[in-house]
């Protein structure tokens, strides 16, 4: 079984803390094309820490407490976000356990599966998570959110992708055990 990184954006992030993700499309190229079931991935999310820190790189940022820049909640003022690419492995707040990997073309997303990559049901439509992102379907609106994040026709150029389910455990790999069980 492998540990790798596994970057996200802030509504994403809020859709796993909510528990709306148990899935991720990424594209065939993707490292993630090697996970098998069993694998651990942890969250990157865009993060800062405190301004005494902030001089600092994130290679060199003792443990400390960290910001989450996905939460509502307080922040340190004078202190810079920082990027998820940076985040380091310590202050993953997320561990994903791979329980499934499929390979198939984009289109071939059920509706099911858009709801399990994040999309929410608002009173008439569906939401993507990001602002003016609603669709009347759920696979409509995953589309929109796929093309906010791989350029405008990514979804109608239907490209490979590798589709991985997970179960969602809110602390840093490094507390977890070395060998989940997949469910």
């Given at each position: 079984m492998t540990?790798?990184?596994?970057?996200?954006s802030?509504?994403?992030v809020?859709?796993?803390?909510?528990?709306r993700?148990?899935?991720?499309?990424?594209?065939?190229?993707?490292p993630?094309?090697?996970?098998?079931?069993?694998?651990?991935?942890?969250?990157?999310?865009?993060?800062?820490?405190?301004?005494?820190?902030?001089?600092?790189?994130p290679?060199?940022?003792?443990?400390?407490?960290?910001?989450?820049?996905?939460?509502d909640?307080?922040?340190?003022?004078?202190?810079?976000?920082?990027?998820?690419?940076?985040?380091?492995?310590w202050?993953?707040?997320?561990?994903?356990?791979?329980?499934?990997?499929?390979?198939?073309?984009?289109?071939?997303?059920?509706?099911?599966?858009?709801?399990?990559?994040?999309?929410?049901?608002?009173?008439?439509?569906?939401?993507?998570?990001?602002?003016?992102?609603?669709?009347?379907?759920a696979?409509?609106a995953?589309?929109?959110?796929w093309?906010?994040l791989?350029?405008?026709?990514?979804?109608?150029?239907?490209?490979?992708?590798?589709?991985?389910?997970?179960?969602?455990?809110?602390l840093?790999?490094?507390?977890?055990p070395?060998?989940e069980?997949?469910v």
């Amino acid at each position: 079984m492998t540990d790798r990184p596994i970057i996200f954006s802030g509504p994403m992030v809020r859709a796993l803390l909510h528990g709306r993700k148990t899935q991720t499309r990424r594209m065939e190229d993707s490292p993630l094309r090697k996970c098998v079931p069993g694998d651990r991935l942890w969250v990157r999310e865009s993060w800062k820490v405190h301004s005494i820190y902030n001089h600092l790189p994130p290679r060199d940022v003792p443990r400390s407490k960290v910001f989450y820049l996905a939460d509502d909640g307080y922040a340190p003022r004078g202190s810079c976000g920082r990027p998820s690419i940076f985040m380091p492995r310590w202050a993953s707040r997320m561990t994903l356990v791979v329980t499934d990997v499929r390979f198939q073309v984009l289109q071939d997303i059920a509706g099911s599966d858009a709801i399990a990559e994040g999309i929410a049901r608002t009173e008439d439509s569906w939401w993507s998570g990001a602002p003016g992102q609603a669709s009347p379907s759920a696979v409509g609106a995953f589309a929109l959110l796929w093309n906010g994040l791989h350029g405008e026709q990514s979804w109608d150029d239907n490209p490979k992708i590798v589709a991985l389910t997970f179960t969602v455990h809110q602390l840093n790999i490094d507390e977890m055990p070395k060998r989940e069980a997949v469910v």
